[in-house]
């Protein structure tokens, strides 16, 4: 008997195992990316409509999308693998492909900053001039123009292939930029628009403050979702719960009305052929889109993805996969319904999103579906609205259909599958079913932009995206390009193509569209990382100070928003100094005829007839271990001791050089 139980076991196992392996080899290999912060106009273009729509926060993006930010915008994207990209107005960005390893995001035109936030993770940032590697722990900003692009490190390597020549730079902060023209490549000021540059140290400062959230939430959550801990935190609360034969920690919601329900407030859009929520609380991206809601109590619960919800093997945890949206669709006349899953229970859609409990829906139409309580726990909590306002409102909650129960659902509706034709009248020809918001979209790019994105296409459906260490090695050996400095390459600059929705297809010659300076003005150079290690620049003919252009301080003033100082974050910026040899001070230049006391005391300046005929007076001899400085190169610290206005109550004076003290370039020296 026992044997035949091992047996039993043995068998079991062995089925389990061949069931994740067929579900292993069904898996989509899709990373979707995250909106997470837009200012202005966001516009995502729709292929088959040929067509650009609104696209707001918490809406997805993966391989294929292209979005366009019109003017005066800003926006923050994420990729799970650890790719983070802000923009700028007036850019066109277009993902290639999204893999665990691998980002290759093009920037037509415009303006992006590159974050490589992942330590196995290669980030190709291409655009008409060539493209550019973005390795672990590095960021760059990508000035992308019409006639050039120039490439501004902010933080560790960054490599650039020119597309005209096929050649290999290397560049570091500290080092002039990378600029480059179809055909050459030379160096441009290691500067970044201040503008800009604040807007993302404002960024910086809001993750950082998120990032201190404490709770039980950074406890409870997956490490891939504890940046969303402090929602979790500001809007409910962790409890534990019976379910399912045992006691279960869920979260669940406190400050949403009573009768809220998950699923009701936002709207179903199509994105990858299957119906995707975009969520407007705070906490649903996460919520909507990871793990399940569960009905207990009479609360709405939501359980974390990779939480144990029964007991038994590990097959029945819930896994941590990206779902557009765990419903069942139901549908009746003029009616269309959705009831969200509860765990195990099967999800159909087009595509293949992972986990053991989904079904790809292709051209077989699945039919029977039985929307009884024992296949769905949650069908008497079904959302039913109009068919009209499923695609026409951001909310459904005032259109749902209130007098219904689970008798009604029951004997009177269908399920099915997926949402098409058969469930929505006309489904197919229903424009508005791209939508991420009922927004009437008044202004778009014009028709000349799709020309990159048509050419992007066709790399997108090849899907050849190498592995992060074979580009690497590809990259590496390509020759190594040698900087023309002595070329003169053209800012690049940004055409305006948003246009009055009526004047897309209009021919470009009859528009007046306006361009500009990508780079509005430089600062002196990019600000640091406070975690970056810099390689300073030996080249001889870069000048260390450029007196046209303000000091790094009253850049500093500029950029800041007051009150709100810049905190040492990753992506953050060191504040006023730079990680490059401090020039001379300017009293000591050979060029002043009467140069300041030379370590003497007040009293005992040489007289100018000394000084102008090549002569000083002696000098004590320097502490041992000290060289003496040269008579035209002070030692950096001396600058301390010429200023009568502000005396140290004990310095010495007496002309000794004293132990070098901590330089007020030290916020430099540590970074070195």
Do not use: C
């Not at 119906?275 to 009479?298: C, D, L, M, R």
């Not at 292709?362 to 039985?370: A, E, L, P, R």
Request: proline fraction near 9%; aromatic fraction near 10%.
């Amino acid at each position: 008997m026992k044997k035949l139980f091992g047996l039993l076991v043995v068998l079991f196992l062995t089925w389990g195992a061949m069931v994740l392996a067929a579900w292993a080899t069904e898996a989509p290999n899709l990373m979707v990316g995250r909106v997470y912060h837009v200012e202005g106009s966001l516009l995502r273009y729709v292929g088959e409509e040929d067509d650009w729509v609104a696209v707001v926060q918490d809406a997805p993006f993966s391989t294929g999308d292209t979005l366009y930010l019109g003017r005066n915008g800003k926006a923050e994207l994420m990729v799970p693998n650890g790719t983070w990209i802000r923009i700028d107005d007036n850019t066109q960005v277009q993902f290639i492909g999204l893999d665990s390893d691998v980002s290759e995001i093009d920037i037509g035109a415009g303006l992006g900053r590159f974050y490589n936030k992942d330590s196995d993770l290669v980030i190709k940032a291409t655009s008409p001039f060539g493209y550019v590697l973005v390795y672990p722990g590095s960021s760059f900003d990508y000035y992308v123009g019409e006639n050039s692009a120039e490439v501004v490190p902010i933080k560790g390597k960054i490599t650039f292939v020119h597309a005209g020549s096929n050649a290999r730079y290397e560049v570091y902060p500290g080092n002039p930029s990378i600029l480059a023209d179809q055909y050459q490549v030379s160096s441009g000021e290691a500067g970044v628009d201040p503008d800009w540059d604040g807007w993302n140290r404002s960024r910086e400062s809001f993750w950082a403050s998120r990032n201190r959230a404490t709770g039980p939430s950074v406890q409870y959550l997956p490490a891939a979702l504890r940046q969303d801990a402090y929602v979790f935190e500001e809007n409910g609360r962790w409890e534990r719960v019976y379910y399912d034969g045992g006691e279960r920690l869920f979260w669940r919601p406190t400050r949403v009305d009573p009768d809220w329900a998950p699923f009701t407030v936002g709207r179903w859009t199509e994105w990858y052929g299957d119906q995707t929520w975009i969520p407007s609380e705070p906490f649903g991206y996460v919520t909507h889109h990871y793990g399940n809601w569960i009905y207990a109590g009479g609360h709405w619960y939501w359980a974390p993805p990779v939480a144990r919800v029964t007991v038994g093997l590990p097959l029945l945890n819930i896994g941590f996969f990206w779902y557009p949206g765990r419903v069942s669709w139901i549908h009746s006349g003029g009616y269309v319904g959705w009831v969200p899953l509860a765990p195990r229970e099967t999800y159909y859609s087009h595509y293949h999103w992972g986990g053991p409990h989904v079904v790809r829906v292709t051209n077989i139409n699945i039919t029977q579906i039985n929307i009884h309580t024992r296949n769905y726990a949650n069908a008497r909590h079904a959302v039913v609205v109009p068919q009209h306002n499923f695609y026409t409102v951001n909310n459904y909650r005032p259109v749902r259909v209130t007098n219904i129960n689970n008798t009604t659902i029951i004997n009177n509706y269908r399920a099915a599958p997926v949402v098409n034709n058969t469930v929505i009248k006309d489904y197919s020809s229903i424009r508005q079913r791209h939508n991420f918001a009922d927004i009437q979209v008044r202004e778009k790019p014009h028709k000349a932009v799709t020309e990159r994105i048509v050419t992007n296409q066709r790399i997108i459906k090849q899907g050849k995206i190498e592995k992060a260490s074979v580009m690497d090695q590809q990259v590496k050996s390509i020759k190594e390009g040698k900087i023309n400095r002595d070329v003169r390459i053209q800012q690049p600059k940004v055409t305006n193509y948003v246009v009055p929705a009526d004047e897309v297809n209009r021919p470009k010659s009859e528009l007046k569209l306006q361009q500009k300076e990508i780079k509005r003005r430089a600062a002196r150079e990019p600000k640091k990382d406070v975690e970056q290690s810099v390689k300073p620049s030996t080249k001889p003919d870069r000048p260390s100070v450029q007196p046209d252009r303000p000091s790094d301080k009253s850049d500093r003033i500029e950029t800041e928003k007051p009150g709100k100082p810049a905190p040492r974050f990753e992506g953050n910026t060191v504040p006023e100094k730079r990680a490059v040899p401090a020039p001379k001070p300017k009293a000591v230049t050979p060029i002043k005829p009467v140069p300041k006391a030379e370590r003497q005391a007040p009293e005992k300046v040489a007289p100018k007839s000394e000084e102008t005929n090549g002569v000083k007076p002696a000098r004590p001899a320097p502490k041992p271990g000290r060289v003496a400085p040269d008579k035209t190169d002070k030692p950096s610290d001396e600058p301390e001791s010429v200023k009568p206005v502000r005396p140290r109550p004990n310095e010495k004076t007496d002309g000794i050089v004293p132990p070098k003290p901590i330089s007020r370039q030290e916020g430099t020296k540590i970074w070195l």
